[in-house]
């Protein structure tokens, strides 16, 4: 399809100059519009195919005029990147659009540029990608950075639209939860296919804990996606304190030992008395 899209373009190329059209005379301005009047170029096709519509210039001045064209927020080729168009006539200049694989289905916008004599004029693509839309997200590669506390993780597009992702963290220790952030939107969206990834700061984790991190992360008209992650924080004063009072735990109970000891040692032995003895 596309070859046979760019052996149109070529042969338009070749007949361009004979497909020129008596335009009203005058001292009017050049002009650049789709062909048949229309108020902007509408393209409607699947992705991976290629569309093809017509730009019209026109000239009502008395000396040919060059005008250069480009294209902008789309794949667009011309007939000719620069026409000359004849005093008082109009050109009509095919191009057309390559709507990409990965392009997601919707409504798309582009522009064709026209420039000619110092001024430029902006003509409107809008193009519809037709297929079946799906919304799906996933969070993945989590990881817990258990010196930083900041977490590692993947979002990744796997559906065929453009999504807006939200994320919400929570993570749970031994005694209680440690970590909850609401969800919030992300600064980014995903093309379909596209990852990102990112690390959420957590500046002030526990000192000594072992956690249970999850991640949810959301998009419109997408299920929510958890991952999780587990990691273990020992911190060395939070360590050097533990040990202090274990070490203070322990001291007291050798001491309650050696006390008991001696209170036993001190008393006084009661003998017996022999039966049968009167007293």
């Avoid at 040990?243 to 006390?259: C, D, F, P």
């Amino acid at each position: 399809m596309r070859t046979a899209a760019r052996s149109g373009l070529v042969a338009a190329a070749t007949a361009l100059l004979g497909v020129v059209a008596a335009a009203p005379p005058g001292d009017r301005a050049w002009t650049a519009a789709p062909a048949a009047g229309r108020p902007y170029a509408y393209l409607e096709g699947p992705a991976g195919s290629v569309l093809q519509d017509t730009l019209s210039l026109t000239n009502p001045g008395a000396r040919p005029l060059t005008v250069r064209l480009t294209g902008q927020g789309a794949p667009v080729a011309f007939a000719a990147r620069s026409v000359t168009v004849p005093a008082r006539t109009r050109a009509d200049v095919p191009f057309a659009v390559t709507v990409t694989t990965d392009t997601p289905p919707g409504d798309h916008r582009g522009t064709v540029r026209a420039t000619a004599a110092g001024r430029e004029l902006s003509v409107q693509l809008r193009l519809r990608v037709s297929g079946p839309r799906l919304a799906a997200l996933t969070v993945e590669d989590v990881r817990v950075d258990d010196t930083t506390g900041a977490l590692h993780y993947t979002l990744v597009n796997r559906g065929t639209t453009v999504l807006a992702p939200t994320l919400a963290v929570r993570a749970e220790g031994l005694l209680g939860t440690v970590l909850d952030r609401p969800e919030r939107a992300l600064p980014l969206t995903l093309r379909p296919g596209e990852r990102a990834t990112r690390t959420e700061p957590w500046p002030d984790p526990p000192a000594l804990d072992s956690v249970t991190v999850r991640l949810t992360a959301a998009a419109p008209g997408a299920a929510p996606a958890t991952a999780r992650a587990e990691a273990a924080f020992a911190s060395g004063p939070a360590l050097a304190g533990t040990a202090g009072l274990l070490l203070v735990a322990a001291g007291g109970g050798a001491y309650g030992i050696a006390y008991g000891k001696r209170r036993r040692s001190g008393r006084p032995r009661t003998r017996r008395a022999p039966e049968g003895a009167t007293p």
